[in-house]
């Protein structure tokens, strides 16, 4: 589905954590990983979102040895995931304007009804 193409899968799973992202292009995964106990991603691009996932406080600094937001900051899940939703959305161009959300059509394709078995 990928190939000359690019596809983003995210699920922010907001009460059953860990969520997940996968990126693929010209049918190649070039980014995974899960978000919830930790950052650890793979593939061939695996830190391509590292820095906007820093300067939003989604994950620590790389040579950080604090948690996930650091010791200082509680911040609730809710708020967690807004964040990363917003920096997927900034980083690959995503919108869904208010509008066509409260009113409007989206489209959408289902591809498959459960996660794949590696994740």
Known sequence: ???????????????????FDAYL?????????ALGFGYDPADTQPD?????LEAAAVIPPEDSIDDMLGADEEVPKSEQHRRVL???????????????????RLPAAVTRRHPPASW
Do not use: C
């Open 48 to 52: 391509v979102l590292r820095p906007a």
């Open 86 to 104: 917003k920096v997927v959305g900034e980083y690959f161009g995503l919108s869904l304007p208010h509008q066509t959300i409260v009113s409007g």
């Open 25 to 33: 292009a010209d049918g190649e995964e070039q980014l995974h990983f």
């Open 1 to 19: 589905m990928s190939r000359d193409a690019e596809v983003l899968i995210f699920d922010p799973r907001p009460d059953d954590l860990p969520s």
